[in-house]
């Protein structure tokens, strides 16, 4: 079984940064991609940046520039940087695990720009 835990989010002005984390909980599954998601309110979940098992990367256009997906294989971590804030990036953010037999979901973290 595969659990995924999120950190970091919080209240930030425009202009700033957050970094949020996904940490990866399981054993003995292939990632077959990893994946930042967010959804804002009223509106629905979509894409903010995917990160494939071979570390190749895509990003929202709305964040290209901005936002920078990792993951610390030795940690089992995927990390999403946000700089330059906006407060249309104001959202919960999700994290998902994609494997060849199942995708998972984190819990949310709120992501919050504000003056």
């Known amino acids: 079984q595969v659990q995924l835990v999120e950190s970091g989010g919080g209240l930030v002005q425009p202009g700033g940064s957050l970094r949020l984390s996904c940490a990866v909980r399981?054993?003995?599954?292939?990632?077959?991609?990893m994946g930042w998601h967010r959804r804002a309110p009223g509106k629905q979940r979509e894409l903010v940046a995917g990160?494939?098992?071979?570390?190749?990367?895509n990003y929202a256009d709305s964040v290209k520039g901005r936002f920078t997906i990792s993951r610390d294989n030795a940690k089992n971590t995927m990390y999403l940087q946000m700089n330059s804030l906006k407060p249309e990036d104001t959202a919960v953010y999700y994290c998902?695990?994609?494997?060849?037999?199942?995708?998972?979901w984190g819990q949310g973290t709120q992501v919050t720009v504000s003056a």
């Open positions: 399981g054993s003995d599954f292939l990632i077959v991609s």
């Open positions: 990160i494939t098992g071979g570390a190749t990367t």
């Open positions: 998902n695990l994609v494997t060849f037999h199942n995708n998972y």
